[in-house]
């Protein structure tokens, strides 16, 4: 778990989400901790959990503190290395990036997360983005971005009741994969072509489109704008058929038509 560039704002709501992280892990659980200002730092490397609550990660969440700028890169790095470390193949592996969304993210960042990510018949490390912070001031285009990369959930929190909700009640919920390698097929009648397209990318070629994986309750969404040079051809016979193609949490290969 890593944290790093938390304004004063959101450094309460940042603690809080650490503490209600600590409060779900079991007995046996393994997790390191990297805060990142301008250089980052290792405060927990490899600490086996006693249980929820664990008294040593509990004290380095309230002992968190906010810095100005956050050396984004760097911290990544150094997150990733201690989550292959203990890597296990059999085990939920993550990392739970908390920010304000003040982060600089370059496509060298990107590339790092998307390697770590991009298992695709196996348990891969997979990100899940935390903001925190004024919802006027919050920043979500590089959480988004490395979530994408990431594979991960992406949530916000801008009161700490929501963060004991999330984090704390429903914490599977959002470090678990629901479906893996989402890909979405879309047939469109004769006559049709597509005019505009607003979602991650598109391709007639399906190896081509970057599969996404979903936590529970995420969504894939995509918009298109579509149009027809003949639309008198059409009948209520003419065919517009989509399906969703994905593995389960085990990565079962299933298919699934609308």
Avoid at 137 to 153: E, F, L, Q, S
Avoid at 199 to 220: C, F, I, K, R, W
Wanted: glycine share 10%; aromatic share 8%.
């Amino acid at each position: 778990m890593g944290w790093g560039g938390l304004g004063n704002t959101g450094i309460d709501r940042a603690r809080a989400a650490c503490l209600a992280i600590a409060g779900s892990l079991q007995a046996g659980d393994t997790v390191s901790l990297v805060a990142w200002g301008p250089t980052p730092r290792t405060l927990l490397d490899s600490h086996s959990v006693s249980g929820p609550g664990d008294s040593l990660f509990s004290a380095h969440c309230r002992a968190m503190e906010a810095y100005g700028a956050s050396n984004f890169h760097d911290g990544l790095v150094a997150a990733y290395a201690l989550a292959q470390k203990n890597f296990g193949a059999d085990a939920i592996n993550r990392i739970v990036l908390i920010s304000d969304g003040g982060a600089n993210v370059g496509a060298t960042d990107e590339t790092l997360i998307a390697g770590y990510a991009d298992d695709a018949d196996g348990e891969a490390i997979t990100l899940l983005g935390v903001g925190v912070g004024d919802p006027w001031n919050y920043n979500d285009t590089p959480m988004n971005a490395v979530t994408d990369a990431g594979k991960g959930a992406c949530v916000f929190f801008d009161r700490q009741d929501e963060v004991q909700r999330a984090l704390l009640e429903r914490f599977l919920q959002h470090v678990e994969v629901a479906a893996r390698n989402v890909r979405v097929e879309l047939t469109l009648p004769p006559s049709f072509k597509m005019l505009e397209f607003h979602g991650e990318e598109y391709s007639t070629v399906p190896s081509e489109v970057e599969p996404q994986h979903l936590a529970m309750n995420d969504v894939l969404v995509f918009h298109q704008v579509v149009d027809s040079c003949a639309p008198e051809v059409l009948t209520d016979l003419s065919e517009l058929r989509v399906v969703a193609r994905y593995g389960d949490s085990l990565s079962v290969a299933k298919t699934r038509p609308f």
